[in-house]
């Protein structure tokens, strides 16, 4: 991909040419009408990891049989986990472990996964995501996809040759929240009028320091979430979700940004990422988004976003009231038909307006699989972590960032790991 393709105009037609999925026969799926059903593994068996085996155990017919990670504990605990959900459905559990630096490419050489979960740190999720598609398996790949713009770069090229393939979903899960497409649906449709400006929002605590006296890379390893390069900074691991609302509401990327960022509050030994940022993202038809973050101290949870246009507008809280007011009122709960039996609550029952988003997104995503629809969202998921990384970029730098000025820049990140040498 050369950086042409990349600049706005280049990535947003090469988006738009990336079908949503794609129709395949379902017999080509392994496990599609075997009483098998989908097999899963696991690759990165942390805390993300095992929820989603979790919500794949709980809400779909699939069975989770393999299990991969860089240390051993991260793997009984697991192990452990998916043994006893899977016995709750009757399933034989883990028939396959991993450990170790080639633990990933072990558990996708296994002729028994259909399926893999990568839930491993942002920086190997180029590598893994990559090998997975390679070895024909169907993926889905925790955000962000990449920390760098040539890992965004090369997961648009692994996402053409999952095309028509495999599956491929982004751990965007916010997407299947019911309040959230319901809201998203209003806001193409225009209930706001002319978007003028929006504001974005995601504060949460300092997450603590584990094994502080494990020798290095072990210690960078296990608390990856403090290191810049292993995660991306705040902005780009967990700040995306608001940052991908964004673009999914004004149905675009930014085209510039300015902003500011600081270690103030959390500058720890053994600690290299941003306290906060505040960066305004400038969309196309000149819509501004001011967007403020935070990740340090006892700061309380909150992340939100808002949209303000010429007849109203709009609030969409992980939880509390979710919806638009103005011209075109409507609040999640306020004026839905009530939900019938057996599906999700319209009623306004949840106050956890994600209550749904993970149950959604994994049974999309095994759908996909044993209905032969295959799912394609490397370009979604390249586009907000890319997003992500203008904020960043724009914040480190203290100055104006084009979106075409990052994608040239072409900034290669390195860790200085050698994952080999743990094993
Ligand atoms: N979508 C969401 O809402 C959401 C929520 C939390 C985390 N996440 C994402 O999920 C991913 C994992 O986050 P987490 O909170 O579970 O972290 P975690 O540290 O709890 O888990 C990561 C696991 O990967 C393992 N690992 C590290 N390097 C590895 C390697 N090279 N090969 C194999 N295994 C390796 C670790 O030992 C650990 O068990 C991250 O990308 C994070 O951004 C997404």
Known sequence: MNNDNMGRRGFLQAAAGTAAFTIMKPQLVRGAGANSGVRVGLLGCGGRGTTHTETILKNTDARVIALADMFQDRLDNAKQQVDKLSAAKGHAGVEQTFVGPNAYKQILD???????????????????????????????????????????????????????????????????????????????????????????????????????????????????????????????????????????????????????NGRKGRDFPGDSCSSHFDVIFQYPKDVHVSFSSAQFGKVQFDCSERFLGTLGSSQSPYAGPIGIWGEQQWIWGGSEKPAAEGQFSASGAFSDNLAQADPEKQKAFIGSILSGKLHNQAALGVESALTAMLGRQAAYAGREVTWDELIAANEHWDAGIDINKLG
Request: charged share 25%; net charge neutral; with cysteine.
């Open 110 to 260: 296994s002729k028994e996964v259909d399926a893999v979960v990568i839930a491993t740190p942002p920086y190997f999720h180029v590598e893994h995501l990559a090998a997975a598609v390679a070895a024909g398996k169907h993926v889905y790949c925790e955000k962000p996809v990449a920390i760098d713009v040539p890992g965004a770069k090369r997961v648009l090229e692994i996402g053409k040759k999952a095309e028509g393939k495999v599956s491929l979903d982004v751990g965007f899960q916010i997407r299947m929240a019911p309040p959230f497409v319901e809201l998203a649906k209003r806001i193409h449709a225009g209930a706001l009028g002319e978007i003028v400006s929006g504001e974005a929002y995601y504060y949460c605590p300092r997450i603590d320091f584990t094994y502080p006296n494990a020798p290095q890379p072990v210690r960078r390893l296990r608390n990856w979430l403090q290191d810049r390069v292993l995660s991306g900074d705040i902005i780009v691991e967990q700040n995306i979700h608001a940052i991908d609302i964004c673009n999914w509401m004004l149905q675009g990327h930014p085209e510039k940004a300015i902003g500011r």
